[in-house]
């Protein structure tokens, strides 16, 4: 079955880089998302990566796609307070209609 | 569009009670969603409609879970007899249709507490 695994907690200081990792099992994925939940709030999408690219960069984000090893990571460049949230990595398999979800990652950033 | 509006943002309920958690999803989107957040088990997808149809309802945990979708514009997620096992976030996610390529825009989330 399809699965997504991402590490629970990330605590990192303001003005540093936060890298959140996420592995997934489904081969045949064909989107990968990032999603962000800020507290008390619903989920809105970060950003997303087709399954034939390697990098995306959207200004502080750069999200890398190892496909061999069905690994995806969001590189959060000076990291600051407002980015402190829960992000989850999504994966959209291949004739499927539904995203599957990680458990999210929290991202804790000390000023 | 004020996106996808769930209401109520918190319910408080004793055991045994009904609830109904609502939704209103974007104008035009013909797809929607209904997933439960819990911190043990993260966000799960319990019920999808396409073009107000249920498709795939495989995710409802039990008979005691029913959703509707009466028309485009308005659904329901219905839990009788609720149970304190059932407290999680319940989110309602929209999107324009089905494919990989389209954003789910989900609401505020309505926050469940069964005593």
């Known amino acids: 079955g399809e699965d997504v695994e991402q590490s629970l907690f990330l605590s990192v200081r303001e003005g540093d880089s936060s890298v959140i990792n996420c592995t997934y099992t489904d081969s045949s994925s064909t989107y990968l998302y990032w999603y962000k939940q800020e507290p008390g709030a619903g989920l809105q999408l970060l950003t997303y990566?087709?399954?034939?690219?390697d990098m995306k960069q959207d200004q502080r984000l750069t999200v890398l796609l190892n496909k061999k090893d069905k690994h995806l990571s969001l590189r959060i460049a000076d990291t600051q307070t407002g980015d402190s949230a829960i992000y989850f990595c999504a994966e959209f398999g291949a004739g499927s209609y539904q995203l599957t979800f990680g458990k999210g990652t929290k991202l804790s950033v000390i000023p | 569009d004020a996106g996808v509006i769930q209401s109520p943002r918190h319910e408080v309920t004793e055991m045994g009670q009904e609830v109904t958690l609502r939704c209103k999803p974007i104008?035009?989107?013909?797809?929607l969603f209904w997933y439960r957040q819990t911190m043990m088990r993260g966000l799960e997808l319990l019920i999808y409609?396409?073009?107000?149809?249920?498709?795939?309802d495989s995710g409802m945990p039990e008979d005691r879970f029913s959703a509707k979708m009466p028309n485009a514009s308005f659904s329901t997620l219905k839990i009788q007899p609720s149970e304190p096992r059932d407290s999680a976030v319940y989110f309602c996610a929209s999107s324009l249709n089905p494919g990989a390529n389209t954003e789910a825009f989900f609401g505020q989330g309505t926050r469940l507490t069964v005593v």
């Open positions: 990566i087709f399954s034939n690219m």
């Open positions: 409609f396409n073009n107000n149809v249920p498709i795939d």
């Open positions: 104008s035009g989107h013909n797809s």
